[in-house]
T-cell receptor, first 112, second 114 residues
Framework: QQQVKQSPQSLIVQKGGISIINCAYE??????FPWYQQFPGKGPALLIA?????SEKKEGRFTISFNKSAKQFSLHIMDSQPGDSATYFC???????????FGQGTRLTINP | DSGVTQTPKHLITATGQRVTLRCSPR?????VYWYQQSLDQGLQFLIQ???????AKGNILERFSAQQFPDLHSELNLSSLELGDSALYFC?????????????FGPGTRLTVT
C-alpha cells in the first residue's frame, strides 16, 4: 500500500521535445509528492514538489500535473535539453512517518 | 554540492565483515535519513534520526544499525555482510520533520561485498 509505481523505466526524447514521466500511488496518506533528479555518480536532488490539493505546479520547464481522484501524477519537461539526461524519481512523502517512498526511477536520455 | 558529506566514497570488503559508513548533514539540519540504492530494489528508505533520536524505520535489516551523535553526524553500521548488501548507500538531511519531502542527499558510499 505504500508503493509508488513509476513508468516508463527508460525514455528517449529528441532535443526540444516534451518528456513525460508518470507515477501512480495507492496510499492516500502521502502529503507531498516530490520529484528528484539524479545524475550519474551523484545523489538525488529535489527538482520540484506538489501537494495533493494542487492540480498543477510549474517551475521553469518542469511541470507536475496531479490527478487526485486517479491517484496519479506526472512530470513534464518542456523543451527537453541534453543536460536534462538523468534518472528521475517520483516519490510520496509521509509527514507523520517522515520518510520518502520512491518510484523505481526513469532513465531519461535527450538526444541532441 | 548539497552540503551533505559521506565517507568513504567506495568500500570493498568480504562477506561476513562489518563496515561503518559516515554522514555529516548540512549545517543546521537536524534530520538524517539513510537510503539504500540497488539496481533491482531502487531507492529504499532504511532509517531516520532527528536530533539524536530514531524517528522512523524502513526496510532495515537486523544486521544493520545506525545512530546520530550529539554533533548530528550519523553512522550506519552494516555487519555480517552478504553479497546482496552490495549497493549505493545514501545519506540525506533535512531541516525539520515537517519538511521531510525536501531532503538533501550526499554523494553516496558505494559498497562492494566480495
Amino acid at each position: 500500500q505504500q508503493q509508488v509505481k513509476q513508468s516508463p523505466q527508460s525514455l528517449i526524447v529528441q532535443k526540444g521535445g516534451i518528456s513525460i514521466i508518470n507515477c501512480a500511488y495507492e496510499n492516500t496518506a502521502f502529503d507531498y509528492f516530490p520529484w528528484y533528479q539524479q545524475f550519474p555518480g551523484k545523489g538525488p536532488a529535489l527538482l520540484i514538489a506538489i501537494r495533493p490539493d494542487v492540480s498543477e505546479k510549474k517551475e521553469g520547464r518542469f511541470t507536475i500535473s496531479f490527478n487526485k481522484s486517479a491517484k496519479q501524477f506526472s512530470l513534464h519537461i518542456m523543451d527537453s535539453q541534453p543536460g536534462d539526461s538523468a534518472t528521475y524519481f517520483c516519490a510520496g512523502s509521509f509527514q507523520g512517518a517522515q520518510k520518502l517512498v520512491f518510484g523505481q526511477g526513469t532513465r531519461l536520455t535527450i538526444n541532441p | 554540492d548539497s552540503g551533505v558529506t559521506q565517507t568513504p566514497k567506495h568500500l570493498i570488503t568480504a562477506t561476513g565483515q562489518r563496515v561503518t559508513l559516515r554522514c555529516s548533514p548540512r549545517s543546521g539540519d537536524l534530520s538524517v535519513y539513510w537510503y539504500q540504492q540497488s539496481l533491482d530494489q531502487g531507492l529504499q528508505f532504511l532509517i531516520q534520526y532527528y536530533n539524536g533520536e530514531e524517528r522512523a524505520k524502513g526496510n532495515i535489516l537486523e544486521r544493520f544499525s545506525a545512530q546520530q551523535f550529539p554533533d548530528l553526524h550519523s553512522e550506519l553500521n552494516l555487519s555480517s555482510l552478504e553479497l546482496g548488501d552490495s549497493a549505493l548507500y545514501f545519506c540525506a538531511s533535512s531541516k525539520n520533520p515537517g519538511q521531510g519531502y525536501e531532503q538533501y542527499f550526499g554523494p553516496g558510499t558505494r559498497l562492494t561485498v566480495t
